[in-house]
């Protein structure tokens, strides 16, 4: 299903190179988790102050864990050309979600996906949806534009339960890939629903769960 | 003669010889682990001055076993096993690489740290922190750039303490903490290269 993001909007902050957008597939995300009880989050855009209080002012707790850094780490500046290499993707491969099976309810995962090439994605995504409970919420970001070079690298931040920033990543870009919602479904083929969001920048914003 | 026995009287009364502070065979030991040198860069707590009553643990020590300490405590060095400073401050410096677990009332993290963290008050994880454990603690403050890996469990004695008025409690003067006598225990094997 897609699910139009009314009054979806993205504006840089003067300079730093920032953006602040709204959300509505974090605000699904967040309507999701408020089920009374504690849920275990995590969050794979790097350890922040706002995501930190926000999540655990909403009584949950947080798991953090950078996957960027550990792309980064394991697949050097060109994050696509480094997984060429079947020891460096395997290195990722042991590294990137290392959690023991049905630990978390949600998971914030925001772009990191759309950095990862075939067959790295599908088996990181079989992964992410086995460290799920079942019935957990997903919420991953994927460029919707086809003719984007490269993209810069942001770290998110959350600000509210609408409002996220986008920061740049020390001045990192990568080489984009398209991800059409045929790609998206088939890679969470396993997943017991999935919701997308259309947003008016070139991001594409989808919900799944487990 | 009332003079010859006055002037006896001084000699009489050391009976009992006051030893010397450094005779005292327990206080070498105290203070072993913060006087030990350290060469190239070294760290200096916030003030940028080392606090009396605070130990410190410099860059080229190497502790494998059980610390536990009374009074505020700086690691700046590697330690492998357990950390304890019950109602005190605890300081991983930048150079530190800790793969321990850590109990403190605070915790100010600027170093490396493999191992689970827990603070009865607050933690402080520097930009140029590393940390791979779990936390257990009231209050967090985490800098942008620093790495962390793991899961945050805000104790439920923060919920209480936001909800309690302030209490305004006087700080112990300067010369009070530092007429406090140093008692950290350390055991294990201490060792130190340069």
């Known amino acids: 299903m897609i699910f139009g993001s009314k009054g979806v909007s993205a504006k840089s902050e003067s300079g730093s190179g920032t953006i602040v957008r709204h959300s509505s597939g974090f605000e699904q995300f967040c309507g999701a988790m408020d089920t009374g009880e504690t849920q275990t989050v995590l969050d794979i855009s790097g350890a922040s102050q706002a995501n930190i209080m926000f999540i655990t002012g909403l009584g949950h707790r947080i798991s953090s864990d950078d996957m960027l850094e550990t792309m980064e780490d394991c697949f050097g500046k060109d994050f696509i050309e480094g997984q060429q290499s079947a020891a460096k993707a395997q290195r990722f491969l042991d590294q990137a979600l290392a959690f023991p099976d049905q630990s978390f309810d949600g998971a914030l995962v925001w772009d990191s996906l759309q950095y990862l090439a075939t067959p790295v994605i599908e088996q990181t995504v079989e992964r992410l949806l086995r460290v799920m409970r079942p019935g957990g919420y997903i919420l991953a970001f994927f460029n919707?534009?086809?003719k984007s070079g490269r993209l810069p690298v942001y770290n998110y931040r959350i600000q509210d339960r609408k409002t996220i920033l986008q920061v740049p990543r020390a001045d990192m870009t990568q080489r984009s890939q398209f991800f059409p919602n045929r790609t998206i479904e088939q890679l969470f083929q396993q997943a017991a629903s999935l919701k997308f969001f259309l947003t008016r920048g070139s991001s594409r914003e989808v919900l799944i769960r487990r | 003669m009332w003079s010859?026995?006055?002037?006896?009287?001084?000699?009489?009364t050391p009976q009992r010889p006051s030893i010397p502070p450094s005779s005292n065979p327990v206080e070498p030991q105290r203070r072993e682990i913060g006087s030990i040198p350290s060469t190239g860069r070294s760290f200096e707590p916030e003030s940028?001055?080392?606090?009396?009553?605070?130990?410190?643990?410099?860059?080229?020590?190497t502790v494998k076993g059980q610390i536990f300490?009374?009074?505020?405590?700086?690691?700046d060095g590697e330690v492998e096993g357990t950390i304890e400073c019950h109602d005190h401050r605890l300081t991983i410096g930048p150079n530190a690489r800790v793969q321990a677990s850590l109990k403190a009332r605070e915790i100010i993290i600027h170093g490396s740290i493999q191992g689970n963290v827990e603070s009865t008050d607050k933690i402080d994880i520097k930009k140029e922190a590393k940390l791979v454990g779990d936390i257990k603690t009231s209050r967090i403050v985490i800098e942008d750039g620093a790495y962390f890996k793991g899961s945050i469990d805000i104790s439920k004695a923060t919920q209480s303490k936001q909800a309690a008025p302030p209490i305004v409690v006087n700080q112990p003067s300067t010369a009070a903490v530092a007429a406090a006598p140093a008692r950290e225990n350390a055991t294990g094997t201490v060792s130190s290269a340069k």
Request: proline share 3%; no cysteine.
């Open chain 1, 144 to 146: 919707a534009n086809e």
């Open chain 2, 4 to 12: 010859k026995r006055t002037q006896d009287e001084p000699a009489q």
């Open chain 2, 48 to 61: 940028g001055v080392v606090r009396s009553g605070t130990a410190a643990l410099g860059k080229n020590v």
């Open chain 2, 69 to 75: 300490a009374r009074e505020d405590l700086t690691i």
